[in-house]
């Protein structure tokens, strides 16, 4: 039988998808809605410096960032074939997709460590 | 002679989302990936300027108007996604304990306290921690 690709990818997008329904929802309400919104304070620079100096936190933040891209260059990849009827470049739009989410993972590896 | 029959190709449908409320959530839900990868970059943004020394043009980039929508959208978003993929679980995974299957809200009741923990204890670490 012909080995694929496709199980891992679909272990990626699946891991991805738990991934960011625990994690992001709370990170973007405090960091993108509270805080902006003078609802809470800041955390000191010096806090969430500590926080990114545990080389625990750095890991996990790039194990979060690889899975969710994962996630969402596998969703966005069928969605835009399906929406725009472009199945038939599935080569290409793939190639953006995971390449996207493959440079953002080395991006935050590069940043992280 | 006559030149061969082409092949038959149906009219493609370009509103087929538009067509039932079932399609429409069904693309509105994948489209919430839009926004995890926007959460991601977001997210990279700050850790960026933590390390850099610079979270004080962060505050205030962040604190522009038009970034706290997209924000606030992106809010909607991932809880969007976070109930739609946690309540897909037992879908995915059937359990059975001495032969008795696990009902579906029991699964999803698990997943959902597990949200609800994971999010305190990083709403604790971010705002507090451990002084």
Redesign the interface.
Known sequence: MRRTLEPYLWLLF?G???V??????????????L???GV?D??T?G??????GNVLVRLA?VV??VL??F??????R??SEE?L?IARFDLVVALLCYG?AIT?GV??VM??F | MKAPPAAYRPR?D?LW?ARTRNYTIF?LR??T??F??W??????L???A??G?R??GF?AL??QPW??AL??L??AA??F??VT??NLAPK?TVVRLDGYRLPAWMIQGGNHS??LA??AV??F???R?FH
């Open positions: 699946s991805g998808g738990v960011a329904a625990l994690v992001l929802p709370v990170l973007v309400l405090l960091f993108g809605v805080m902006p919104l809470l800041w955390p620079a806090h969430l410096g500590g926080l990114l933040l979060v960032v969710c891209l996630h969402a260059a596998h969703r966005i069928h969605t929406l009827g996207g953002g991006l935050a940043l992280m | 493609r370009h989302f693309v994948e489209l990936s839009v995890v990868a959460s991601v970059v977001f997210l990279l700050l850790a960026d933590v390390l020394g979270l004080a505050a962040a604190a970034m706290i924000n606030v992106a809010l991932t809880c996604h976070a993929f946690l995915a597990l949200w994971v999010s990083i709403a670490f971010v705002l921690g």
